[in-house]
């Protein structure tokens, strides 16, 4: 079965500090990779997503970007974050057939906070 | 536009009730519907997916039910349980050159009480 994890589960960095943030999956091949943002109250917000190694589709312009070095890792970095950075990350993973999706797959989350 | 919305935003019933939460949606072409179940501080979890031909799906107390003519999804609760407080999200999918956009609606936020 397949499995995806997000570490860290809490972070709180000061405003200007850098991020990453790792996303992986187990027991699925090429995945489609996706990073959301949900901030409190709100729905959830598309950043980035990646159908393959290296190839990344950025969402909304922002102060963050995403990697993606191997088949099944999906990182979110930042250089510098801002308070605004703040919110709970999501990342999912899904299969496509053909056009049509077979459901996401979202992760634990990772609650950052920037101070 | 694009738009998914929800409706009660938020809601509280007893324990051992039934409730249903509703969806309407405007996205266009269609994928797919999905309900996912977030517990406060966790990733969604899927509870029902459903395509264009499909009006109903349960997993158990839980069915969905979709009119793709009416553009309009419900979420159905049987015989609620505390575990059941969460936010219940409604999700379309659709096609985007080999990948899939998805319009996210804003949740509703059920709660039980004993």
């Known amino acids: 079965s397949q499995t995806i994890h997000q570490w860290p589960a809490t972070l709180v960095q000061p405003v200007g500090s850098p991020l990453s943030l790792e996303c992986t999956v187990e027991?699925?091949?090429?995945?489609?990779l996706y990073w959301y943002r949900q901030a409190a109250g709100r729905g959830l917000q598309l950043l980035f997503y990646?159908?393959?190694?290296?190839?990344i589709s950025s969402e909304v312009p922002q102060n963050l970007s995403a990697s993606r070095p191997q088949d099944r890792q999906f990182i979110l970095s930042s250089k510098k974050l801002l308070l605004s950075d703040s919110g709970f990350y999501l990342c999912?993973?899904?299969?496509?057939?053909?056009?049509?999706?077979?459901?996401?797959?979202f992760g634990p989350g990772t609650r950052l906070t920037v101070l | 536009k694009n738009q998914v919305e929800q409706s009660p935003q938020s809601l509280i019933i007893l324990e051992g009730k039934n409730c249903t939460l509703q969806?309407?949606?405007?996205?266009?072409?269609?994928?797919?519907l999905r309900w996912y179940k977030q517990d406060t501080g966790r990733g969604p979890v899927s509870l029902t997916i459903?395509?264009?031909?499909?009006n109903t799906k349960s997993n158990g107390r839980y069915t969905a039910t979709l009119d793709a003519d009416t553009k309009q999804s419900s979420l159905h609760i049987t015989a609620s349980q505390l575990s059941d407080s969460a936010s219940y999200i409604c999700v379309v999918s659709a096609p985007n050159f080999g990948n899939e956009k998805l319009t996210f609606g804003t949740g509703t936020r059920l709660t039980i009480i004993p």
């Open positions: 969806c309407n949606y405007t996205v266009s072409p269609f994928s797919n």
């Open positions: 999912a993973w899904s299969v496509l057939r053909g056009a049509r999706g077979l459901g996401q797959y």
């Open positions: 459903m395509t264009f031909s499909e």
């Open positions: 027991g699925t091949s090429n995945p489609n």
């Open positions: 990646s159908v393959g190694i290296g190839q």
